[in-house]
């Protein structure tokens, strides 16, 4: 509930009619402290519900993440891996370098959080990454380019790369 209130009062500061048309593959987040950001990119793949976001850390080099539909309940799920070896790797070595898995959540305007948008729908006015900051920051994968702070886990739909 507290949750809801919150995002509900941050979102409506934030809404913007020009933005409401954005479609959910140009939609980009940003925290509220500027710290972080997510811009998704056209053409993340050829299943509707597939992106792919480039993930920004002020002071830090930008990484890619990956939604596709998460196996086990459907929802979309959001991958981050960072350094992984190129070529045959085991199980091991893939599971070293994925940073954060996790479903990624949409929020509405008045906070309620739901499923993220495929793509060619609507953006979605907020994205909830449970767990991002614990998951991330100083994650030994990233070696000294990580994030120099905790990143947001709620990002505010900011802009559409049209």
Avoid: K
């Avoid at 402290?33 to 992106?51: C, E, I, R, W």
């Avoid at 614990?134 to 886990?153: I, L, Q, T, Y």
């Amino acid at each position: 509930m507290i949750l809801r209130v919150l995002m509900a009062a941050g979102l409506a500061s934030f809404a913007v009619p020009a933005l409401a048309a954005c479609p959910q593959e140009l939609a980009v987040y940003e925290s509220g402290d500027g710290q972080t950001a997510l811009n998704f990119t056209a053409g993340g793949g050829a299943m509707a519900m597939s992106h792919e976001i480039r993930i920004l850390f002020r002071g830090a080099g930008p990484v890619t993440a990956y939604v596709q539909p998460g196996a086990a309940f459907g929802q979309p799920e959001m991958v981050l891996p960072v350094n992984c070896p190129e070529g045959d790797v085991t199980g091991d070595e893939l599971a070293a370098c994925i940073v954060y898995r996790s479903v990624v959540h949409a929020v509405d305007a008045q906070g309620v959080p739901g499923e993220l948008p495929a793509g060619g729908e609507p953006a979605a006015q907020a994205v909830l990454l449970p767990n991002f900051a614990a998951s991330v920051w100083r994650h030994p994968a990233f070696g000294d380019d990580g994030p120099p702070e905790p990143p947001a886990e709620i990002l505010l739909l900011t802009g559409c790369q049209e």
